[in-house]
């Protein structure tokens, strides 16, 4: 057996299987979707990279650990040549692991060699200003989107070619690992996969009307300590610029420029014979806003920056649509179980290999997240939670603020249930008392923050 284990940079919900964009081009992850058990309600830990990849692959929450921000790592908690990740595990099982791309935080700079029988990150190149605002100097390289200048490879593709060469006939025995980075910012792809799209793409499900970043009724409800995650120059700029269309266009883009990239290795895996003797695993570490209540990139506890693609694919797997609430966390002990391993470290994530294999779903769980300020400011530790069961979503801020949304009548989070006093009283004390029972609890220190000079090297934030 086989492990193909493939991530992909803040993807959130705009994929077919999971209806999250009406226009959205990804039939090659819909091809997979359909061999796979697909988790319709999956959600990172985490709206941030470094501690939503560090708990997925060491099985181990954010309020156990303290790694809650990007300017965490996890070798502040767990130390080198242990093996005590996912990979390191697999080593340990006997699997040959090889990797490529972005797997862990900051990719290459991210990794225990002592994990790895073999691990390849191609080089970056910086493109030229391409965004209109990027152009006029609003935006940086690490900010701009929108068509490549050129076909030639871009850092996925050749990641991704490491990894095909790999998966070669009679393989067994292997782990292979592949981290791709769009659609993380910049979205710059080849033209190809702009010209699948209109030049006037549809808005997301959920917006009211045309992005205007200057109409906030759509936070009229949200406690004040929530309108403090949004990071406001990013709409502001797209909105004075006018340009919300192309940055979309160039999300999706990126999109079906990642989708092109999974169908590769799948073909690979069909013209060697190795498809139906490899466990394929596809997740994204975090969702991903586009302007809705005004928020974009990710960095807050709604539901567009917490919902990630999650399936699962292989032998043994039952194909089929799961509902049960899950997270990315949930893959370490998972995985490990399907290879018949067992972790070193306590976990906290779920094992849901007998889900996988056709088991019954449990109609009480619920994915937890955490988030906060960073760098805190006045050194206080201001970090919300919040819960996402089948039905609800229940977040709880430092000061006391909540929200409470009903996914079957509101999916698009846009009236906060606890907003109004008599509701709050009389008719949702007993459900809100129900939710506030799974929230994560208690909740470990921050580690600290790497310096500055550290964080401002960390160009993939």
Same mark, same amino acid.
């Given at each position: 057996? +086989?492990?193909?284990?493939?991530?992909?940079?803040?993807?959130?919900?705009?994929?077919?299987?999971?209806? !999250?964009?009406?226009? @959205?081009?990804?039939?090659?992850?819909?091809?997979?979707?359909?061999?796979?058990? @697909?988790?319709?309600?999956?959600?990172?830990?985490?709206?941030?990279?470094?501690?939503?990849?560090?708990?997925?692959?060491?099985? $181990?929450? /954010?309020? =156990?650990?303290?790694?809650?921000? +990007?300017?965490?790592?996890?070798?502040? @908690?767990?130390?080198?040549?242990?093996?005590?990740?996912?990979?390191?595990?697999?080593?340990?099982?006997?699997?040959?692991?090889?990797?490529? !791309?972005?797997?862990?935080?900051?990719?290459?700079?991210?990794?225990?060699?002592? &994990?790895? &029988?073999?691990?390849?990150?191609?080089?970056?190149?910086?493109?030229?200003?391409?965004?209109?605002?990027?152009?006029?100097?609003?935006?940086?390289? +690490?900010?701009?989107?929108?068509?490549?200048?050129?076909?030639?490879?871009?850092?996925?593709?050749?990641?991704?070619?490491?990894?095909?060469?790999?998966?070669?006939?009679?393989?067994? !025995?292997?782990?292979?690992?592949?981290?791709?980075?769009? *659609?993380?910012?910049?979205?710059? %792809?080849?033209?190809?996969?702009?010209?699948?799209?209109?030049?006037?793409?549809?808005?997301?499900?959920?917006?009211?009307?045309?992005?205007?970043?200057?109409?906030?009724?759509?936070?009229?409800?949200?406690?004040?300590?929530?309108?403090?995650?949004?990071?406001?120059?990013?709409?502001?700029?797209?909105? =004075?610029?006018? &340009?919300?269309?192309?940055?979309?266009?160039?999300?999706?883009?990126?999109?079906?420029?990642?989708?092109?990239? @999974?169908?590769?290795?799948?073909?690979?895996?069909?013209? $060697?014979?190795?498809? &139906?003797?490899?466990?394929?695993?596809?997740?994204?570490?975090?969702?991903?806003?586009?302007?809705?209540?005004?928020?974009?990139?990710?960095?807050?506890?709604?539901?567009?920056?917490?919902?990630?693609?999650?399936?699962?694919?292989? *032998?043994?797997? %039952?194909?089929?649509?799961?509902?049960?609430?899950?997270?990315?966390?949930?893959?370490?002990?998972?995985?490990?179980?399907?290879?018949?391993?067992? *972790?070193? $470290?306590?976990?906290?994530?779920?094992?849901?290999?007998?889900?996988?294999?056709?088991? /019954?779903?449990? !109609?009480?769980?619920?994915?937890?997240?955490?988030?906060?300020?960073?760098?805190?400011?006045?050194?206080?530790?201001?970090?919300?939670?919040?819960?996402?069961?089948?039905?609800?979503?229940?977040?709880?801020?430092?000061?006391?603020?909540?929200?409470?949304?009903?996914?079957?009548?509101?999916?698009?989070?846009?009236?906060?249930?606890?907003?109004?006093?008599?509701?709050?009283?009389?008719? =949702?004390?007993?459900?809100?008392?129900?939710?506030?029972?799974?929230?994560?609890?208690?909740?470990?220190? /921050?580690? *600290?923050?790497?310096?500055?000079?550290?964080?401002?090297?960390?160009?993939?934030?």
């Amino acid at each position: 057996m +086989n492990f193909l284990f493939l991530s992909i940079e803040d993807l959130n919900d705009f994929i077919e299987p999971l209806g !999250g964009h009406p226009e @959205v081009r990804t039939p090659n992850i819909a091809r997979l979707a359909a061999r796979s058990a @697909v988790f319709e309600r999956a959600y990172a830990t985490a709206p941030a990279c470094s501690p939503a990849r560090a708990a997925a692959l060491f099985g $181990q929450a /954010p309020w =156990r650990t303290g790694i809650y921000a +990007n300017g965490h790592d996890w070798r502040m @908690v767990h130390k080198t040549g242990q093996r005590l990740s996912l990979v390191g595990h697999m080593r340990d099982a006997g699997f040959a692991t090889i990797g490529a !791309g972005k797997i862990f935080h900051l990719a290459e700079a991210g990794i225990d060699p002592d &994990d790895w &029988d073999d691990y390849f990150v191609a080089g970056r190149r910086r493109h030229p200003p391409t965004s209109a605002l990027a152009r006029a100097g609003e935006f940086g390289p +690490n900010m701009d989107y929108g068509p490549a200048e050129s076909d030639e490879p871009q850092y996925d593709e050749l990641n991704a070619d490491r990894i095909v060469a790999e998966m070669t006939r009679g393989a067994d !025995g292997r782990f292979w690992a592949l981290g791709l980075f769009r *659609p993380h910012l910049p979205c710059i %792809v080849p033209q190809r996969f702009f010209d699948l799209y209109p030049e006037e793409v549809a808005l997301p499900p959920g917006m009211p009307g045309p992005f205007d970043m200057e109409d906030e009724r759509e936070l009229a409800s949200v406690p004040a300590e929530a309108r403090r995650f949004i990071i406001r120059p990013i709409g502001q700029k797209i909105h =004075r610029g006018r &340009d919300y269309n192309a940055f979309l266009r160039a999300y999706l883009a990126s999109i079906s420029y990642a989708d092109w990239l @999974v169908g590769r290795l799948l073909d690979q895996l069909e013209e $060697q014979g190795l498809l &139906d003797s490899t466990i394929i695993v596809l997740w994204s570490d975090h969702g991903y806003q586009v302007g809705e209540k005004l928020a974009f990139t990710k960095f807050t506890l709604w539901e567009r920056a917490l919902r990630i693609p999650m399936m699962v694919a292989g *032998p043994g797997i %039952v194909p089929r649509r799961i509902g049960q609430p899950a997270t990315n966390m949930d893959l370490f002990p998972t995985l490990l179980a399907l290879a018949g391993s067992r *972790p070193k $470290q306590e976990t906290d994530g779920r094992d849901l290999s007998a889900l996988l294999a056709g088991g /019954p779903e449990d !109609g009480e769980a619920a994915a937890c997240a955490v988030w906060g300020l960073f760098p805190p400011p006045k050194g206080k530790d201001l970090l919300a939670v919040t819960a996402r069961t089948r039905r609800h979503r229940f977040t709880r801020y430092w000061k006391g603020g909540e929200e409470l949304y009903d996914h079957d009548a509101d999916p698009f989070e846009r009236r906060n249930l606890l907003a109004a006093p008599l509701l709050r009283r009389v008719a =949702r004390a007993g459900l809100r008392a129900r939710l506030a029972a799974t929230l994560p609890a208690p909740l470990a220190k /921050p580690l *600290p923050l790497k310096s500055r000079e550290e964080r401002l090297a960390m160009a993939d934030d």
